[in-house]
């Protein structure tokens, strides 16, 4: 070797005596020349002579490195030198498997011919056992977590690449080659209305100021639906400023989750708007009960008035204008009275023509100027079995409705009265009815229309395209279930753009199509009462007592009124005069009709009493039955229904 050589090999071996690392220097053939401590150590040899007879024994195989040394040794000689190569490789003298990292590079002379190769060997085995550990549990618990449904990705956050399992790519309807493992790919396929929120909840997690990254937004899926995810996830390795560098997490469906927590809010906004209707219902109920009270005391003392002037005087014609405007006011009382179910339905064989001319004349004096009403009804009277307050709701609700749509402008509404016949196909479109005859009633406008969306849900409750606090929406589901109960059907038909019908389908009478319906027969004129016939009469409106008791002397009756039970039952306490009938309000305030009852039936036992109330239910008939009272009555709504009914309880026998 010359001389100029064994010199740079004494300053190698000052240089790397004392380096952590393995050290060596090899000739351009391969061959072993020098070795330091700490590499022959890593090699399992006790002295560096020892070492290098072995290795330079069976020459490039030195280090057993399956499939990598000639890899090592090719770019070696191809580039003169080899940065970070990093293999797993198995010693020659124990043939123990360790991870190394070697770096090399070839030493030449000024003429640029290689003299020999340098070179240095880092035992790097506990950090590979530690990453492939690490690998091997991320395996792990991926596959757990695809196994429990949780999808997992796995995001670096320097590069943007992003490992997307399978489970989130099938959550989608994607297959494992068609989403590429870059971050902006689901970020892109985000709902637009979660994107700032979701960047929000990212940055907060990256700033540290939450220990989790947990967000909940849509995805839009291959088809082009969108599914709700929960996305949770945690950075787990920062750099030496503490920037996030990766990031992995988990993708959980929760789009059956969130539909459900919006059925659930619709139900608590039906909730609280049935509550509020309820309530709503109930006032108006108490208020339209009062109000009917008054129209009542009006009626009655304008009949009164007019009898007392005669047919001639000039006040009759002022007095039928009075008489026609509380009678509208008493249909407005009905349709309340109806809105806040104190009406039970009561179903009669009647012809539905005069009921519906009645409700048109109130719609006409309610519609706006600029919307004609337009009618076009058949001459029979086409008898139905209906409550004749429902079915005029329905028409109101119908041309309500109507009107709204307009939408402050011009237009008509059409209603339409006819007979149909419908076959047995017919009748199965329209709900599984029987075939057979119909009345066919129908409101038609020519507003805006519906589009296709708003027909399919224009008969669910609370359901309106209004303006928040416009409309409750439960018009038209009123209308629906009103129909139902009478065994009929309704149908919509709308264009946008060409106005809307709504067509009611109701069962035509029994034997209607050929009978003639008479006209009402005129009251019997009012018979005198036998004379000593004694009435008392209790109720709390002061007015409603005065007229009472004046139409009922008229009526050639004895009458002792009072305006509270107690005061009725004091006078019964004290009295000895015989009395016939005692007729009660029962809601008063302090003693009820039926208290008064039962207290007089216990001073009386033989007298016969009834009861009135506006709103008769199975509570009350059981409490006026054990009270002993004979007769309950429904408030009648003018002094002719009270008389008639007086006159009826005197001459019927005893119950």
């Known amino acids: 070797m010359p001389e100029h050589h064994d010199a740079r090999v004494a300053d190698f071996s000052s240089l790397f005596q004392f380096l952590p690392i393995g050290a060596y220097r090899s000739s351009r053939d391969g061959v072993m020349l020098r070795a330091n401590p700490a590499l022959v150590q890593l090699n399992g040899y006790s002295d560096e002579q020892a070492m290098l007879d072995d290795v330079n024994r069976v020459g490039s195989d030195w280090y057993v490195q399956p499939g990598r040394r000639a890899e090592f040794q090719a770019q070696l000689v191809r580039d003169g030198f080899v940065r970070g190569f990093v293999s797993e490789v198995v010693r020659h003298r124990d043939r123990q498997h360790r991870w190394v990292n070697e770096n090399a590079h070839g030493v030449y002379d000024p003429q640029g011919r290689l003299l020999y190769y340098e070179g240095t060997v880092e035992d790097i085995s506990e950090r590979m056992q530690v990453e492939l550990a690490l690998r091997d549990s991320e395996a792990l618990w991926k596959l757990a977590l695809d196994s429990a ?186 349709q ?161 753009g060409e106005g809307t019908r709504f067509d009611v389908y109701l069962p035509l009478a029994s034997g209607a199509a050929d009978a003639e319906v008479p006209a009402p027969a005129a009251p019997p004129p009012a018979v005198p009462a036998p004379p000593g016939r004694h009435i008392v009469y209790v109720d709390d409106y002061e007015a409603l007592v005065f007229l009472a008791g004046r139409l009922l002397r008229k009526q050639g009756y004895r009458v002792s009124t009072f305006l509270s039970g107690e005061e009725a039952l004091a006078w019964f306490r004290v009295s000895r005069e015989p009395v016939d009938l005692c007729v009660t309000d029962h809601n008063m305030p302090g003693m009820s009709g039926v208290e008064l009852a039962q207290a007089v039936h216990a001073l009386r036992p033989g007298l016969r009493i009834a009861i009135v109330s506006g709103h008769v239910n199975e509570a009350l008939l059981d409490a006026a039955a054990a009270a002993g009272v004979s007769d309950v009555l429904g408030k009648q709504d003018s002094m002719d229904a009270l008389a008639d009914a007086v006159r009826a309880l005197m001459e019927a026998p005893p119950r």
Request: with cysteine; proline share 5%.
């Open 149 to 334: 449904g949780d999808g997992v990705w796995d995001w670096n956050l320097v590069t943007g690449d992003e490992y997307v399992s399978p489970r989130i790519k099938a959550m989608y309807g994607y297959t494992d080659e068609e989403l590429m493992p870059r971050a902006q790919e689901l970020d892109g396929r985000t709902h637009p209305d979660d994107v700032d929120q979701m960047q929000a909840d990212r940055q907060a997690h990256f700033d540290g100021r939450t220990a989790l990254y947990r967000n909940e937004h849509r995805i839009r899926c291959k088809d082009g639906s969108w599914k709700w995810v929960l996305s949770r996830g945690m950075v787990i390795a920062r750099d030496a400023d503490g920037r996030p560098l990766r990031m992995v997490g988990t993708h959980t469906d929760i789009t059956e989750l969130k539909q459900a927590e919006a059925q659930q809010r619709a139900l608590e906004t039906q909730l609280r708007e049935s509550q509020k209707m309820e309530a709503i219902g109930t006032l108006a109920g108490g208020v339209a009960h009062d109000f009917n009270n008054l129209l009542a005391a009006i009626l009655g003392n304008l009949a009164l008035a007019r009898e007392d002037v005669g047919p001639d005087h000039a006040a009759q014609e002022s007095l039928a204008e009075i008489h026609r405007a509380a009678i509208r006011a008493r249909q407005l009382v009905q």
């Open 336 to 496: 309340i009275l109806a809105f806040s179910r104190r009406q039970t339905q009561e179903l009669q064989r009647q012809p539905l023509k005069p009921l519906v001319n009645e409700a048109l004349r109130l719609m006409r004096s309610l519609l706006p100027a600029g919307v004609r009403l337009n009618a076009r009804l058949a001459t029979s009277p086409l008898p139905v079995l209906a409550d004749a307050t429902q079915v005029q709701q329905v028409l109101m609700n119908l041309c309500t409705n109507a009107w709204q749509a307009l939408d402050q402008r011009p237009g008509d509404i059409t209603v339409g009265l006819d007979e149909v016949e419908l076959d047995a196909a017919q009748a199965l479109r329209l709900g599984h009815l029987p075939p057979g005859a119909y009345v066919l009633l129908s409101v038609a406008d020519n507003g805006p229309g519906m589009d296709e969306a708003t027909q399919q849900r224009v008969f669910e409750p609370f359901f309106t395209t209004k303006a928040p606090g416009s409309g409750t929406g439960l018009g038209l589901s009123v209308v629906h279930g009103i129909v139902k109960a009478h065994q009929g059907a309704i149908t919509l038909h709308s264009t946008p």
